[in-house]
């Protein structure tokens, strides 16, 4: 407790990476909750031991493979009703792992435990420039409260460039 400021937790994790189990980090970070604002993100500071392996040569040929599609890709229901996702899906995936993890900082509480569920349906962008653009329903798995909420996230993405959020919004539940 800090006082007049908020709650400081201090953690120690493994990052893992989802494409390789056998790869992973050490993981440090103090991650401070502001007494009285729940609009705030919390503050987070980290640190990592080491580096995952690299991702450019699948990160390249994704983003290859999206530049040279005759439509925009469109897809629903990642993973399906069995848990399965495709291997031509599982960067559009990963970009979906990379914009829940955003909303869930953005919207964290002490007393919320985020998890993405499911990708509802997503749907790539024309653009004139460089970078894919892609609409994301998401699904997100309150566990506190065992809610299923959804999120619409516009992710962009360039393998030099990142990943970037420009727009999230939580959507009015479907009945």
């Known amino acids: 407790?800090?006082?007049?400021?908020?709650?400081?937790?201090?953690?120690?994790f493994v990052l893992e990476d989802i494409f390789d189990a056998d790869s992973t980090v050490n993981c440090t970070a103090e991650v401070l909750y502001h007494l009285g604002n729940?609009?705030?993100?919390?503050?987070v500071q980290f640190t990592i031991e080491g580096e995952l392996k690299s991702t450019d040569e699948a990160d390249n040929t994704?983003?290859?493979?999206?530049?040279?599609?005759?439509?925009?890709?469109?897809?629903?229901?990642?993973?399906?009703?069995?848990g399965h996702v495709s291997p031509e899906m599982e960067?559009?995936?990963?970009?979906?792992?990379?914009?829940?993890?955003y909303v869930v900082?953005?919207?964290?509480?002490?007393?919320?435990?985020?998890?993405?569920?499911?990708?509802?349906?997503?749907?790539q962008v024309k653009r004139s420039d460089e970078y894919?653009?892609?609409?994301?329903?998401?699904?997100?798995?309150?566990?506190v409260s065992q809610e299923i909420i959804?999120?619409?996230?516009?992710?962009?993405?360039?393998?030099?460039h990142g990943v970037e959020v420009?727009?999230?919004s939580r959507q009015p539940k479907q009945a």
């Open 91 to 101: 960067p559009i995936r990963a970009l979906a792992w990379a914009a829940a993890g």
């Open 105 to 123: 900082w953005q919207n964290s509480t002490e007393t919320t435990k985020y998890q993405l569920a499911q990708i509802k349906r997503v749907k």
């Open 166 to 168: 420009t727009q999230s």
């Open 1 to 12: 407790d800090i006082d007049d400021v908020g709650h400081k937790y201090h953690l120690e």
């Open 150 to 160: 959804p999120w619409q996230v516009t992710v962009v993405w360039h393998p030099q």
């Open 62 to 82: 994704f983003y290859n493979r999206i530049k040279s599609l005759k439509t925009e890709l469109e897809a629903e229901n990642i993973p399906d009703s069995h």
């Open 38 to 43: 729940k609009s705030s993100a919390p503050d």
């Open 132 to 143: 894919l653009e892609f609409d994301y329903m998401i699904l997100l798995h309150e566990s």
